[in-house]
């Protein structure tokens, strides 16, 4: 990922092309920071994406060369909405530590979530399903946060999510034959 400037940022085809929204609230709020918390560092949220797509990438270069291209490109794009669920957590007043939410029972992150897989495809597998899954924790915390700013930040990071599904989607085709 290569910043140029506000918003504008290269992902090499692995984010939407649409500008991101500036990271702003309507004021602080911190039920709405715990709601992201779940977001930025539950069991399905970008930290475990990160560290996830991180380890498939690590092991995978000897299997599939254009796949952990892939992973390491798509965990980048997956740090910069932890940077924005960061600065957003913040505007709303709370501490964007290594924990989740309501989903986690309030427990700080740990390894445990990633999903390590034991073959390629029981790897993009599970990915695919934890892409389709934080895209359902998106939406329901669009409808329970009444911040517009915030909603933007979230359905901007969707329509990422939606491009991860589509390389993820192309690798099970061209690797496991689906």
């Known amino acids: 990922m290569k910043q140029m400037g506000g918003n504008e940022i290269i992902h090499g085809g692995y984010a939407d092309p649409s500008p991101y929204p500036e990271i702003k609230v309507l004021g602080e709020n911190k039920l709405y920071a715990e709601i992201l918390m779940d977001d930025y560092a539950g069991g399905v949220s970008e ?40 600065e957003t957590i913040l505007l709303l007043g709370g501490n964007p530590i290594y924990r989740g939410s309501q989903n986690t029972n309030c427990c700080c992150w740990n390894a445990g979530y990633v999903y390590y897989g034991c073959n390629l495809c029981g790897r993009l597998h599970a990915d695919l399903m934890s892409e389709y899954e934080a895209i359902r ?28 599904i589509e390389h993820f989607n192309k690798a099970i085709g061209k690797y496991c034959g689906w």
Not at 47 to 64: D, G, M, P, R
Request: proline share 1%; no cysteine; charged share 25%.
């Open 47 to 86: 930290f475990t994406a990160i560290n996830q797509y991180l380890y498939h990438y690590f092991i995978s270069n000897k299997e599939a060369e254009e796949v952990a291209n892939m992973w390491e490109r798509i965990s980048i794009t997956e740090m910069h909405h932890m940077e924005m669920l960061a």
């Open 137 to 164: 924790n998106y939406e329901r915390h669009i409808k329970e946060i009444n911040d517009p700013y915030v909603q933007a930040i979230l359905a901007r990071i969707i329509l990422d999510e939606k491009v991860h």
